[in-house]
């Protein structure tokens, strides 16, 4: 395993707008992170340049410094929202929903450009048919198939993440925030090039074994969203700064033969740090993994 983390760990500012992605990468590359994940949940934000007419000159921007710096994309974080549920203006707008789709799409482009092996995504729910899991099952396998048939074509795969329960008071029940369902779905796929995204956090929040849980997927692990809380909210902390059992965790992810990279998702611990802290606080999260993985050897 290799320790590597999000692009959003330092995308995120206290005030004013996003990090440039370049930016944030001299960041986390002076931190010690030579690896990473481009996250590309930030289509809503004027100055993200996914969205903008130019994309493809900017993502060569950010492919040549990436070479420059030695940084190596192993997994990406395709845009997220719920696509057949009436919970926000994506499916009251079909402009916006198309809008959204053609983001998705394009994510799934930069992520190839990148190198990137494995592009994470969120299953949904099927609250327009009682949260019936059968139900967000099938929607889930028919939404995903051509996505799925594109990421190969490109030479990626499709990793899917556990959710969890309790979205704040619009779903109380999550198609994926159990294993059992999440490895359901997957196999349904009958294709290799679809795995899991394990999400430690939310599982946290489910009261998982975890050691138990990551028995169950086994082989199936991809990739990781490496995080911690208390059990209750989806903070996003650094690993020892919640409840999960990291020390269990370490081990397990070794007994199963996992091949992926260690993959934080702790924006949680940097948002809202003033600039002059941000620095000090990446490189103690490089060293916090450097330990974790110390005890997967």
Not at 146 to 157: N, S
Not at 185 to 199: H, K, T, Y
Request: glycine share 6%.
């Amino acid at each position: 395993m290799r320790l590597s983390t999000s692009t959003n760990l330092c995308a995120v500012n206290r005030t004013g707008p996003l990090t440039d992605p370049i930016e944030g990468m001299k960041r986390l590359a002076e931190a010690g992170y030579r690896v990473l994940d481009f996250n590309f949940r930030f289509i809503k934000f004027e100055e993200f340049f996914l969205a903008r007419d130019d994309w493809e000159q900017e993502l060569d921007k950010i492919g040549n410094e990436a070479a420059k710096l030695g940084i190596e994309f192993s997994q990406s974080h395709i845009p997220y929202y719920h696509p057949i549920n009436e919970i926000d203006s994506y499916l009251t707008d079909p402009e916006l929903h198309a809008w959204f789709e053609s983001m998705c799409e394009r994510s799934l482009h930069a992520s190839a450009a990148l190198g990137v092996k494995w592009a994470v995504a969120h299953p949904f729910t099927a609250v327009d048919e009682n949260c019936e899991r059968e139900a967000s099952k099938r929607k889930n396998l028919a939404y995903f198939a051509p996505y799925v048939e594109l990421a190969k074509k490109l030479g990626i795969g499709i990793a899917i993440e556990n959710m969890s329960d309790f979205y704040g008071s619009i779903i109380q029940r999550r198609y994926a925030a159990t294993y059992e369902d999440l490895v359901d779905l997957v196999d349904a796929f009958q294709d290799e090039s679809v795995g899991i995204c394990w999400d430690f956090g939310h599982a946290n929040i489910m009261k998982y074994d975890q050691s138990k849980a990551l028995t169950y997927i086994g082989r199936r692990l991809k990739a990781t969203h490496v995080n911690d809380n208390f059990g209750v909210s989806d903070t996003h902390n650094l690993p020892f700064m919640g409840t999960v059992r990291w020390e269990d965790v370490m081990r397990t992810l070794v007994q199963i033969g996992y091949e992926g990279d260690f993959t934080y998702e702790i924006h949680g611990m940097a948002d809202r740090l003033p600039p002059p802290l941000k620095p000090e606080a990446l490189q103690y999260s490089y060293e916090v993994g450097q330990y974790l993985l110390s005890l997967a050897k």
